[in-house]
Nanobody, 123 residues
Framework: VQLQASGGGLVQAGDSLRLSCAAS????????MGWFRQAPGREREFVAA????????WYADSMKGRFTISRDNAKNTVYLQMNSLKPEDTAVYYC?????????????????WGQGTQVTVSS
């Protein structure tokens, strides 16, 4: 499966952004889809994930209440709605697909990665 992330940009603190991840190739609905981010000089960290059906979601503690992950399997697209953005949310955001079982929050649980989209939040 090929993944294409989009929707990043430069925003001010408190603004919102919606990222999209379009999947092509094999049917994406069989995969757990995740969002990760990586800031300069830091390791890639888990943001959120959603099950194939959309019935289960997972979030990093620092994103709960601000970020919402969703998916539209008819469009093979996963979304990350980000509200109340903070400067510390600045990073390259990556979408990923896989069958992570118990490793939903780990990069090792995902086999397919998109190219990333830059999110910059100014103070």
């Amino acid at each position: 499966v090929q993944l294409q992330a989009s929707g990043g940009g430069l925003v001010q603190a408190g603004d919102s952004l919606r990222l999209s991840c379009a999947a092509s190739g094999r049917t994406a609905s069989r995969y757990v889809m995740g969002w990760f981010r990586q800031a300069p000089g830091r390791e890639r960290e888990f943001v959120a994930a959603i099950s194939g059906s959309g019935g289960s979601t997972w979030y990093a503690d620092s994103m709960k209440g601000r970020f919402t992950i969703s998916r539209d399997n008819a469009k093979n697209t996963v979304y990350l709605q980000m509200n109340s953005l903070k400067p510390e949310d600045t990073a390259v955001y990556y979408c990923a697909a896989g069958s992570p079982l118990l490793r939903v929050t780990s990069t090792s649980g995902y086999d397919h990665w998109g190219q990333g989209t830059q999110v910059t939040v100014s103070s």
